[in-house]
């Protein structure tokens, strides 16, 4: 069954600073890979997805995330942090075998001024 | 123009009551899901809806019963609530029962159950 681990609960970043949110998978088979982010008391918002072909996959808001088979890893990085960056990532991995995805516990990102 | 929305945004009520939580998707989706997010942040799919036709319906007890009247509608009813019901419960939406579309959440409702 797949799997998703999210290593780093929670991060602490200043404003301007680069940032990579670590992902983990467990899957029999190339995987489907998403990131989705969450503001405080929102739902959550697909950044990017990857199925296939180029490994480094670009998102909205300046996210990018790069798949690595051998490494088992989806990790996903920023160049520079804004403040409303601040907020909970999560990693997801399918599909299942209901055509599901399988989430991560999610990493909360706390951006400093 | 909320694309996905979910009534009521929280929810508070008594162990042993029955109630719904409603949801409304304007996009023109084929298919609907809810997942429960528990205290921890922890999202897991419940149950995914094709056209009016359950599809996913995870390890949920059956105290739990998605209600389609139509394509845009999702709603779930709990029966006889429990405490360990007390979490965020999101609805979402794609455009076909293919896990390379985009799902698109709504807001979330938040339930207690006291």
């Known amino acids: 069954a797949q799997s998703v681990t999210q290593p780093d609960i929670h991060i602490t970043v200043s404003e301007g600073a680069s940032l990579e949110l670590r992902c983990n998978y467990s899957y029999g088979a190339t995987p489907y890979l998403f990131w989705y982010v969450q503001s405080p008391g929102q739902g959550l918002q697909l950044l990017l997805k990857y199925f296939s072909g180029d490994t480094l996959v670009q998102g909205i808001k300046g996210f990018e995330a790069e798949f690595k088979r051998s490494q088992s890893s989806f990790n996903l990085r920023k160049p520079s942090v804004h403040w409303s960056d601040a907020a909970e990532y999560f990693c997801?991995?399918?599909?299942?075998?209901?055509?599901?995805?399988?989430f991560g516990a999610g990493t909360r990102l706390t951006v400093k001024p | 123009d909320t694309a996905v929305s979910q009534t009521p945004k929280y929810l508070v009520t008594q162990m042993g009551n029955d109630k719904s939580i409603k949801c409304e998707q304007n996009?023109?989706?084929?298919?609907m899901y809810w997942y429960k997010q528990d205290s921890k942040k922890f999202l897991k799919i419940m149950f995914s809806?094709?056209?009016?036709?359950?599809?996913i319906n995870e390890t949920v007890p059956n105290r739990f019963s998605p209600k389609s009247p139509d394509k845009a509608h999702l709603n779930l009813h709990i029966n006889s609530l429990e405490l360990g019901d007390s979490a965020v419960y999101f609805c979402a939406s794609s455009q076909v029962y293919n896990l390379q579309e985009t799902q698109y959440f709504g807001p979330g409702t938040r339930l207690l159950v006291l």
């Open positions: 997801a991995v399918g599909p299942g075998n209901n055509n599901d995805m399988r």
């Open positions: 809806y094709n056209n009016k036709e359950l599809i």
């Open positions: 996009l023109g989706h084929d298919t």
